[in-house]
């Protein structure tokens, strides 16, 4: 696979997440077995708005070559905050703040992040 390949994997991916999450809050929630107040879905929008930026920025940015420091700077982001997304949806799965299929989010943060981690170390 190509990095274009997987910029429009993720940015397909996330806006997808991002749109649920805009649009339909609680309902979103409620699939992983949570509930959200007022602020919760207000927060849970925030969170969708920002899938909807990056899933913009990588759908953009997919033309570019690794080589380009935007794009390596783009691919480094994508890396440390899947690599953060991975953590913090793990100790969430572990602990039971949601439910099983919070492990799908940790898979898509893993695999992502691995993904683009390759492409930034690849020779």
Same mark, same amino acid.
Do not use: C, H
């Given at each position: 696979?190509?990095?274009?390949?997987?910029?429009?994997?993720?940015?397909?991916?996330?806006?997808?997440?991002g749109?649920?999450f805009?649009?339909? =809050? !609680?309902?979103?929630?409620? $699939?992983?077995?949570?509930?959200?107040? &007022?602020? @919760?879905?207000?927060?849970?929008? /925030?969170?969708?708005?920002?899938?909807?930026?990056?899933?913009?920025?990588?759908?953009?940015?997919?033309?570019?070559?690794?080589?380009?420091? =935007? !794009?390596?700077?783009?691919? $480094?982001?994508?890396?440390?905050?899947? &690599?953060? @997304?991975?953590?913090?949806?793990? /100790?969430?799965?572990?602990?039971?703040?949601?439910?099983?299929?919070?492990?799908?989010?940790?898979?898509?943060?893993?695999?992502?992040?691995?993904?683009?981690?390759?492409?930034?170390?690849?020779?």
């Amino acid at each position: 696979m190509k990095l274009n390949q997987w910029m429009v994997a993720k940015a397909i991916v996330v806006a997808v997440f991002g749109i649920g999450f805009v649009l339909v =809050p !609680v309902f979103v929630a409620s $699939i992983y077995g949570m509930s959200l107040d &007022a602020a @919760g879905a207000l927060m849970a929008r /925030l969170f969708g708005a920002a899938f909807i930026f990056e899933g913009i920025v990588l759908w953009f940015a997919k033309s570019g070559a690794i080589s380009e420091k =935007p !794009v390596r700077g783009l691919v $480094i982001a994508v890396v440390v905050s899947n &690599a953060i @997304g991975v953590i913090v949806t793990l /100790l969430a799965t572990l602990s039971g703040v949601w439910n099983a299929l919070g492990w799908l989010s940790v898979g898509l943060y893993l695999v992502f992040g691995l993904g683009f981690a390759y492409f930034l170390f690849k020779k």
